[in-house]
């Protein structure tokens, strides 16, 4: 057993670097990697990938709702599995490190523990996610919140969620018996891109997710008088996209105003007539708001509405507000977040904490697992385009601090 202080151990990141490379070619497009689940270039992921766990030494097995799990066994029967992972589809004209850099590096952990004998007590399970980009499907089916209404819905590669699941080895039928409970794992860790600048521009090498951001979408009905643009004088116009723009501007600057990291954005903008010569009687604006801490989105929830009925009082128009997408904060477990922070420590990496402003599988686990993450930086901050890299050394980085958090999980 090691001793509790013994030296951080490395991955072969030349190894998990060629992998990579190897898998850049699969799905690979004009337009970028096109890995789209239960296509024809993910089921080929799979299978390149599935051959990575058998040469690694770990038969994979296939739950129901199409995962990929590989075992390495521990010594001592009684503890529950450390699991680690991540997914390896893609969108739509995606990138080749969104997902592969997390899994690969989850087999490559496993991997190199038992290159270098090196006896964990827990079992460590690695974990290749199904239909990740799709909305986390493989990994809400794992933890039981796949509704029997999601699996009828049609997936991006024109095939319904059922019959991909299917295609990919699992059974929707038998999602029941594939469901994790609370307490059937010991803790989750996914390391990730960041997909984000922050770590870039701050010149660091990890990031210690603090957790996965709340998300609530509005739908805003902004509703004005359409009327002849050459005939209404300027001072008797209840123009809606005048009054959407007031309110997009306005809460920009809302949550500008008080320090933090909410985010608040208008997408989408529907018009009507949509017309070049009449007023805009309607438009319809989408608004995404999200925060880590829950409070704050309950607050900004307040102010936007606030600023809907003061704006539309001041020209004339009425607002509506209607959420359509609900999703709270996954917060990372604060001894597992201590486990990733200790070893990138011990490695020397620099480092910060910060929240995920992506959702990934890690919010899903969380529901059933204690989690955290790792992020290596974004070239850039670019990512699901053509354009995302991660270079190989900070795929490294990861996938050391990966190892040795994996060995401080099982310490305990
Ligand atoms: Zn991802």
Redesign the pocket.
Known sequence: MLAARAAPLHVNGARLNGWLAKFDAIGRTATGINRVAYSEADLAGRTFTLGLFREAGFPPRIDAAGNIFGRLEGTDRALKPILIG??VDSVTDGGNF??PV?SFSAIEVARSLREQGVRLRHPLDVVVWSN??GGTVGSKGAVGLLAPADVDKVARSGKTIRDGIGLVGGNVARLSEAVLEKGDIACYMEL??E?GGLLEKAGLQIGVVEGIVGLRWFEVTVTGFANHAGTTPMDQRKDAMLTAAKFAVAINDAVRSVPGRTVATVGRMTVSPNTTNVIPGQVVLTVDLRDLDASKVEHFTGRFEQLGREIGAATGTTFAFNRTVDSAPAISDRQVMGWVDGAAASLGFTRQRMPSG?G??AQEVAHVAPMAMIFVPSVGGISHSPREFTKPEDVVHGADVLLNAVLAADRQ
């Open positions: 991540s997914h969104d997902g997390g990740e980009e990730h891109i997909q992506a990934h599988d």
